[in-house]
C-alpha cells in the first residue's frame, strides 16, 4: 500500500544490537500542530501501550519536536522499528513542508535523524497518508481529509497511495483554502455551527472534484462534525492516525 521513504528494511540486527524477531514492535509517533502522540502496535496493528500524548513544543523546531518524541519512547517500552506521520509533504524521509510546525523543518531527514537518537530503523510519510493507509478498504477512489490545526489529504486508488496530495492552500473561495476554512483557527473563530456548514460545502466541492468512491474524515476535530453525511462518507476515530502506522513496514 504505502511506500514512503525513510531507513532500510529490517535485516539480521538492529543498530542497537540485538536481534529482530519475527513478531516486531512498532512504535507510531503522529505529530501535529498541536499535540505529539506515540503507541506500540503488534505486527497486526494492534495496539500494546496506552496512546501517551505531549503538547506540540513551540516554537516547534525540529531539535524540540524530536526531543518530545525521544521523551514519549522512553514510555512505551520495548520496541523494534519505528513510523512517523509528519504533518507535511515527506519524500524519502524529508520534510518539505511544515506549515504548522517551523520553517527549520523544511529540509530536515527526519528518519534519519529520528532514527539516531532512538537506534531504531525509522520510516516516515505525510500524516493524512498513514491515516488513510489505516482505514481505506482498498477498493476505488478514497479520499482521506483530516481536520486538525491544520487541514490533510491522501488520495487512494484501489489502495494505492498518490503520494502527496496536498489541498489545504488550494485557492477556493474569495482566495480562501481549506485550511482557511476548516483549519483549528477557522473553528475558533467561526464556531462549530459555521465550521460544519464549511464542512458541507467542502464535501460537496471534494466530491465534484475526485468523484470519489468513499471519503473518510479524522483528525481530532473530526469529532466536532455534526452533519448528515452520505453513506459513502465516515468519520474515523483520531488514533488510526496512529494505528496506520504500520502500513509503512508493509512491502
Known amino acids: 500500500m504505502v511506500r514512503p521513504g525513510g531507513s532500510a528494511r529490517i535485516e539480521g540486527r538492529h543498530r542497537s544490537g540485538r536481534a529482530a524477531g519475527p513478531t516486531p514492535r512498532t512504535l507510531a509517533v503522529d505529530i501535529g500542530g498541536s499535540g505529539i502522540k506515540a503507541i506500540v502496535l503488534d505486527a497486526a496493528g494492534k495496539p500494546l501501550t496506552d496512546r501517551a500524548?505531549?503538547?506540540?513544543?513551540?516554537?516547534?523546531?525540529?531539535?524540540?519536536?524530536?526531543?518530545?518524541?525521544?521523551?514519549?519512547?522512553?514510555?512505551?517500552?520495548?520496541?523494534?522499528?519505528?513510523?512517523?506521520?509528519?504533518?507535511?509533504?515527506?519524500?524519502?524521509?524529508?520534510?518539505?513542508?511544515a506549515w504548522n510546525l517551523h520553517p527549520k523543518w523544511i529540509g530536515v531527514d527526519l528518519a534519519k535523524t529520528l532514527g539516531k537518537l532512538l537506534r531504531r530503523p525509522v520510516r516516515a510519510a505525510n500524516d493524512a497518508d498513514v491515516q488513510g493507509s489505516g482505514v481505506v478498504a482498498g477498493r476505488g477512489v478514497e479520499l482521506v481529509i483530516t481536520l486538525g490545526t491544520g487541514f490533510g489529504s491522501a488520495l487512494f486508488v484501489d489502495g494505492r497511495l498518490a503520494p502527496n496530495l496536498?489541498?489545504?492552500?488550494?485557492?477556493?473561495?474569495?482566495?480562501?483554502?481549506?485550511?482557511?476554512?476548516l483549519g483549528q483557527e477557522a473553528l475558533k473563530k467561526a464556531g462549530k455551527k459555521r465550521w460544519n456548514r464549511r464542512l458541507e460545502r467542502a464535501i460537496r466541492d471534494l466530491e465534484s472534484m475526485f468523484n470519489y468512491d468513499a471519503l473518510w474524515i479524522g483528525g481530532g476535530n473530526?469529532?466536532?462534525?455534526?452533519?448528515?453525511?452520505?453513506?459513502?462518507?465516515?468519520?474515523?476515530?483520531?488514533?488510526?492516525?496512529?494505528?496506520?502506522?504500520?502500513?509503512?513496514?508493509?512491502?
Not at 235 to 243: A, S
Open 53 to 97: 500524548r505531549v503538547a506540540t513544543p513551540r516554537p516547534a523546531t525540529p531539535r524540540a519536536v524530536i526531543a518530545a518524541i525521544g521523551g514519549l519512547a522512553k514510555g512505551q517500552g520495548d520496541f523494534d522499528r519505528v513510523s512517523v506521520g509528519f504533518p507535511g509533504v515527506v519524500r524519502r524521509g524529508v520534510t518539505e513542508t
Open 166 to 181: 496536498q489541498l489545504a492552500h488550494r485557492l477556493l473561495r474569495k482566495r480562501r483554502t481549506f485550511e482557511d476554512d
Open 222 to 251: 473530526a469529532e466536532k462534525v455534526h452533519l448528515d453525511l452520505p453513506d459513502n462518507v465516515r468519520i474515523v476515530p483520531n488514533i488510526e492516525g496512529l494505528l496506520g502506522g504500520i502500513a509503512l513496514w508493509r512491502d
